[in-house]
């Protein structure tokens, strides 16, 4: 009896995640619930450093999202998005070079082969990153879209530690 309880336990755990993660997007890839689309904090180091609580947090949204299926790297896709922001630091670029998305199934990690961050109104010449921290992972995938979950990928600056986490949607050219 036992037996059958556990396992019964274990089927409805695995159809409601199932169902959980369809019922995330519309049919054309659009985040259904809004407060997930793909946020990005940004903290000053040296106020994370020396516990400063003087430094205001910022937050920040991808404001558009493109995945290219081929580029100039042989058998890559290259990934671009950038920031909604209007200052120095809260304005940036990010672009990554990765495996062909259509080989990609959902639920796929992206394991970039180059990947480049950048504060584009910055003219200092260390606001950049060429790697991170964190997991960027296929969350949806149509013909002319793509949505990629960010959970806790970190870019860090000369100057200014960046957190993504949510999903971007993509289109996908």
Known sequence: MKRILTLSLIFIAAAMA???GKDLFTP????LDKSLVAKTTIQQKGAIQSGQEDFKTTIVDFGDGTVQRTSEKEGQSLLMAHS?????????WLSAYFDCIDNMKVGDVL???????SL???????TWAFSYAGKITLAAKGDDYV????????????VYKYV???????ELN
């Open 18 to 20: 199932t169902s959980c």
């Open 28 to 31: 054309d890839g659009y985040l």
């Open 84 to 92: 909604t922001g209007i200052t120095v630091y809260d304005a940036f």
């Open 111 to 117: 394991k970039p082969s180059y990947c480049w961050f």
């Open 120 to 126: 584009i109104l910055s003219s200092s010449s260390n």
């Open 164 to 170: 993504m986490d949510g999903y971007l949607r993509c």
């Open 147 to 158: 949505v990629f979950n960010f959970d806790k990928v970190t870019f860090t600056t000369d």
